[in-house]
Each structure stands twice: as C-alpha cells, then as structure tokens.
C-alpha cells in the first residue's frame, strides 16, 4: 500500500533540504509527541547509514519501529527505510525547485505487510483510504508550514 503527497513550499531548495536533514528537530518532534527515540548509528554527519529506534503507542499497544537513511542526494532526495516486527516500508522524499525561492516536495510512503495480522490491518487502512490520505495530506501540509515559518523568520534576520 502506498501513499502519496505533494506540497508547494515558499522557501528556496537548499533551505527545504538543510532543513529537512536537520534530524534532532525531527527526533525532538517526536519525543513532544510521547515517542521514546534512540539514536543507533555513530554517524556524526547525516547520510545512508543513519538511523534510529522509535517506542511509542498506536491503537493502544506499545510499538517499535526502526528507521535508517538509504540515500540522500543533495536537493533532490531523501530514501528512508521503515521496519516493525509486522510492517516493512519505506519513504521517498522528492524535492523539485519550481523558482528560487519555490519548492515542491513530493512524499511517497510505501507500506508493506510482514504478518497475516499486519495484512488485515492494511486491508482496514485500505477501506478509509480517503481519510488516511487527509491526514497524510494534513501532516505534509504541516511540515510544509513548518518550513515556510522557519525561513521567514530567516529572511527577517538576513539570509
């Protein structure tokens, strides 16, 4: 199962990438969140090989996920892998300059069963499509904010 979702962001191209590689932003996000994140690689520079261990709560049950970065392209690509006891997945940032100071980003998550209990899962997840795809929608449309403000508030200090 795959989704996929498109924001328009009013920031120029390297800024979206830096900010998106900023990853202990993403880790403290999380953690506001109630997710537990640990760090398990030694990298010291963000690139293919990092990754981290995710604890948190869906649907009641306590959960883990790992995550890892399998290819970054500077300003044009973000690959990261996905995988829990019963989901494989992985996600695919796209980044595309419209202007010089107008980024599309292009997100596509691709989901996987590894279980029979995680295939009727998804069988559910299939049957709401249309309000899993608002919120994945609504969540993009927020990092895209996120961005927007930040570089803002860059511009207004001198970029």
């Known amino acids: ?18 900010t998106l590689n900023e990853f202990d932003q993403f880790e403290r996000m ?3 969140r109630g997710a537990e994140v640990e760090r398990i690689d030694r990298l010291r520079v963000p690139g293919p090989g990092a990754a981290w261990r995710l604890r948190f709560a869906f649907r ?13 392209q500077e300003d044009s690509l973000m ?19 419209l202007a010089p100071r107008r980024t ?25 499509r249309g309000r899993v ?3 994945v929608d609504g969540a ?14 860059v511009q207004r200090r001198g970029y």
């Open 140 to 153: 993009s449309s927020k990092l895209a904010a996120m961005i927007e403000e930040r570089w803002r508030a």
């Open 60 to 72: 009641g049950k306590p959960r883990l996920l790992t995550i890892r970065v399998d290819d970054l």
């Open 133 to 135: 795809q608002k919120k």
């Open 104 to 128: 599309r980003i292009t997100i596509l998550t691709e989901i996987r069963p590894r279980t029979l209990g995680a295939r009727v899962m998804l069988q559910s997840v299939r049957l709401a």
């Open 30 to 32: 999380a953690a506001r």
């Open 79 to 97: 690959v990261f892998g996905l995988e829990s006891n019963t989901l494989d997945g992985s996600s695919r940032i796209d980044l595309a300059a």
């Open 1 to 18: 199962m795959h989704f996929i979702t498109k924001q328009d962001i009013e920031a120029p191209l390297d800024f979206v990438y830096r």
